[in-house]
């Protein structure tokens, strides 16, 4: 009887540690996952891998504002995850994407410290390859939702 207690707690104490894991570290580890296995599974048929600059436009305070950063992308097949890399923005986002045709559609999330702006965004990738342009839509820290363009230029 010990032995199967054993192996249940064993059980249940690998399912917590890994929900607590997915939790604080999903996106980080699913990041790394496309950084690592995104360099040698080709997929599909547009390849957004590389360094895109960022261009995006949003209202805070009353007023407009332009947030430009550098952001890295990595794909594994029709999965693409992106992060900032820098730029002058405030902001720090992360992009979790999927590639459907000549479209990307997925979440972002602002990571810098304090942040609370997250949403979902749809970009067309041009012909050539070389951008990206699109809506986002979200939430803002005050739960009030925005709208705007955003743009990506293959560096």
Do not use: C
Request: proline share 1%; hydrophobic share 40%; no cysteine.
């Amino acid at each position: 009887m010990s032995n199967a207690l054993l192996w249940v707690g064993s059980l249940l104490a690998g399912a917590i540690a890994s929900a607590v894991i997915g939790i604080f570290l999903g996106s980080t580890l699913e990041y790394l996952a496309a950084r690592t296995i995104g360099a040698v599974w080709r997929g599909g048929e547009y390849n957004v891998r590389g360094r895109w600059k960022s261009t995006y436009s949003y209202r805070s305070r009353g007023n407009a504002h332009v947030g430009e950063q550098i952001m890295q992308f990595h794909q594994v097949g029709r999965s693409v995850y992106a992060k900032n890399i820098g730029g002058t923005s405030p902001h720090r986002h992360f992009l979790k994407l999927k590639i459907d045709g000549s479209y990307l559609t997925g979440t972002w999330r602002n990571v810098a410290r304090n942040a609370n702006h997250y949403g979902v965004m749809q970009l067309r990738i041009t012909a050539d390859g070389t951008e990206m342009i699109g809506k986002w839509i979200g939430f803002d820290s005050n739960s009030s939702i925005q709208a705007n363009s955003w743009k990506l230029i293959r560096q």
